[in-house]
């Protein structure tokens, strides 16, 4: 039911400590939580109502988008019905287990399908109380009994949760990894507690699928690659890090926003396991090899990986997750981001040449899948899941390492630090885990100092530093700027002050304005003529109708008949108290259309101190197209020198109206979301006002359709 793409949406990693506390005004509770701010990298007190942790973890349950998802809603209930006439062709009652009813919407199928008993669990108690008044609005109380428990909780018996065991278990436990949120453990136990031995469960199987390929794209996120420095040494990766398997966790992205001129087929997709859930014969651990023959010479980069459901026994209703340039209904393909596609990375890159036969191992164990591609088969044991040994896997993300190969960027601070960058020159790195002190030492500068507060980042760049031989040239500090000593560069001036800018704690695209916060601590250390690169900022943004991200926020109102009105209010008010109006997402994974002409929002000068007072910039854009607006969506733009400038949102000017939109894949952009949905047409204004609050660090955004 839940995806791990889905983490890449919660808006704050806040380190909580709470506090209860009574409020002399509304005498109701309150929680004082201490966070780190991420752009002014201060400590802080935040008041929160006592039951916003409580609204959140409703509001992350909503998921709308799979709820959304007409083809999974179909093909359940078709299952489901199937299921239902089987038992009753058998000659016996249906006895219904929903595990993770959520709305109660596979239950109220089972109901209407002629289930003879139904009884669902769910362990979020919320949800299962917004579960039972759902099942009473449709007139199903009478028919289905929820039980507020984990399936691992349920007892069975007279005095038991439910009277006896299931024979029909419908159930939707998957994610993108198919197996990532317990769908194993959670089916063999069902089989050993809840499950008569001739069960049917809804979906019946699964096969996992998976397509050797080549592409620099996808090997660009796993490795770091050397960085080329015209008239220089390179900048190289330590062995260590070259040789490391990299990160466990599965890569989760929308592969058909990749399209089929960024990789190369190296074999068909192969089927490589299946997994039978109405028999439970399958293992917690497991390991499969396929045989496939070499389509083209190339090297092997990784795995695309997808699955497909079988809905019923006799496989004529199935479901697929694959891409669209896979999938059997091609660009008709339902649109998901609850279940999306996979990327695996092998250890090392494997050369192969046409009619070649390869082997290709799928391992897993409860929670995940790992892959192996090899000239020859590998033993039948168990094969050790990838772990990071290098630590720059843990503490960089793929996007992040896909950001320090993009030779295009590196190249324009290369040129920059070219003409700037003197042997004498004093020069500091405000970003963590930046490559930009290495180049500076590469071009000459043997006075440079980089700020890495971050422990484990440290260590990475520690590495970098040491394997490249820069040591006598760059020195380490554990220090943010506003704890450094007033000694520390030995009563020199600093005259390159550099930063990409990036740091590890920012969500937000103008969460890394912290350089202007470090940049302003540093204020009584830089020389007279200083150079601060960047110079300055600023904040774009364009108005946008989504194809499909206005999902994650619109109400369902009817599921096939089902009326989950009830789901929709709790979701939404809980939302409202929990969540921010503005999230990050990597937008080249939505196709968008724009309704306006991309534009300035307000600008930020690096050469200068934070200012002490809010700023508020107001403005108005024309919309140029027609459509639902659903939201504005926010980048960040960095001026390098003169003429030189980084984006983290389109990676071209934006032609307007248009869908051909390439946004930059290693960063997030910010979208505000204007739930409302307003239509627009050309001619139509949209104003807007930005507030800038130093003090606390913050950018606030209304807009309104005029």
């Not at 949102?649 to 997030?668: A, F, M, V, Y």
């Amino acid at each position: 039911m839940y995806t791990s793409s889905l983490t890449r949406r919660v808006i704050s990693n806040t380190r909580r400590w709470a506090i209860s506390m009574s409020s002399s005004e509304t005498s109701e509770m309150r929680h004082l939580l201490a966070r780190v701010n991420p752009m002014t990298g201060s400590n802080e007190w935040v008041v929160e109502d006592a039951t916003y942790d409580y609204h959140q973890e409703i509001a992350r349950s909503a998921y709308t988008d799979m709820l959304h998802d007409d083809e999974r809603n179909k093909k359940y209930y078709e299952g489901i019905r199937r299921a239902i006439r089987v038992m009753h062709e058998r000659g016996k009652k249906a006895h219904v287990l929903d595990i993770g009813t959520g709305t109660g919407l596979l239950s109220m199928m089972s109901a209407e399908s002629g289930a003879d008993s139904v009884h669902a669990c769910e362990a979020f108690e919320p949800i299962a109380e917004a579960a039972k008044k759902i099942i009473a609005e449709n007139g199903f109380a009478d028919k289905i009994k929820v039980v507020s428990k984990r399936s691992t909780e349920v007892t069975v018996g007279p005095d038991g949760d439910i009277p006896h065991r299931a024979n029909i278990l419908p159930a939707e436990v998957f994610d993108t990894e198919l197996i990532g949120e317990g769908a194993v453990p959670t089916y063999l136990h069902a089989h050993r507690h809840l499950l008569q031995e001739d069960c049917i469960c809804v979906p019946h199987s699964a096969t996992v699928y998976a397509q050797v390929i080549q592409s620099d794209l996808i090997w660009e996120w796993h490795k770091l690659q050397p960085i080329k420095i015209p008239g220089h040494s390179s900048v190289k990766p330590p062995a260590k890090m070259d040789a490391c398997s990299g990160a466990a966790s599965v890569h989760d992205i929308q592969l058909s926003q990749v399209s089929p001129e960024q990789f190369q087929p190296i074999t068909s997709p192969l089927a490589m396991m299946d997994f039978n859930f109405s028999r439970g014969d399958f293992r917690e651990s497991g390991l499969a090899t396929v045989d496939a023959d070499v389509l083209t010479e190339g090297i092997c980069h990784g795995i695309f990986m997808w699955w497909d459901l079988s809905m019923d026994t006799e496989g004529e209703i199935r479901l697929s997750t694959a891409p669209s340039w896979a999938h059997p209904d091609g660009e008709e393909a339902q649109w998901r981001d609850h279940w999306m596609q996979a990327v695996y990375f092998f250890d090392q890159p494997l050369q192969v040449q046409k009619g070649e036969r390869i082997h290709v191992t799928l391992s897993h164990d409860d929670y995940s899948m790992w892959f192996n591609v090899g000239h020859t088969e590998l033993p039948k044991v168990d094969i050790e899941r990838p772990i990071c040994r290098c630590g720059a896997h843990v503490v960089w993300s793929r996007p992040r390492i896909g950001m320090l190969n993009d030779a295009t960027r590196t190249g324009k601070y290369t040129q920059v630090l070219q003409k700037v960058v003197k042997k004498e020159s004093l020069c500091v790195s405000i970003s963590d885990g930046s490559m930009l002190p290495l180049i500076a030492a590469r071009l000459g500068a043997t006075q440079v100092y980089t700020l890495e507060p971050n422990s484990l980042c440290r260590r990475v760049m520690e590495d970098m530093i040491k394997s490249n031989n820069l040591i006598d040239d760059i020195t380490v500090l554990n220090q943010n700027a506003q704890e450094l000593p007033n000694e520390i560069f030995k009563n020199q001036k600093i005259d390159v002050l550099m930063g990409e800018p990036f740091f590890i704690s920012s969500i937000l695209p103008w969460h890394n304005l912290h350089f202007w916060y470090a940049r302003t601590a540093l204020a009584s250390h830089l020389a007279d003529s200083a150079l601060i690169l960047p110079c300055c900022a600023r904040l774009r943004g364009v108005a946008l109708e989504f194809e499909h991200l206005w999902k994650f926020h619109a109400p369902v109102g009817d599921i096939e008949g089902f009326d989950v009105r009830i789901f929709d209010s709790l979701v939404q008010r809980s939302s409202h108290i929990s969540d921010a109006a503005t999230e990050p997402h990597h937008l080249w994974e939505y196709p968008s259309r724009t309704l306006t002409a991309d534009f300035d929002l307000t600008e930020f000068d690096f050469t200068r101190r934070v200012p002490t007072d809010t700023v508020v910039q107001k403005g108005t854009v024309e919309v140029l197209g027609d459509g639902l607006c659903h939201g504005i969506a926010l980048w960040m733009e960095y001026q390098i020198d003169e003429n030189t400038w980084i984006s983290t949102g389109p990676s071209h000017p934006l032609p307007s109206p248009t869908r051909d939109l390439r946004w930059d894949r290693h960063s997030k952009q910010g979208v505000h979301f204007i739930k409302s949905n307003p239509r627009v047409t050309p001619g139509g204004k949209i104003h807007f006002e930005v507030s800038f609050n130093p003090s606390q660090g913050s950018l606030h955004f209304n807009f309104e359709v005029l």
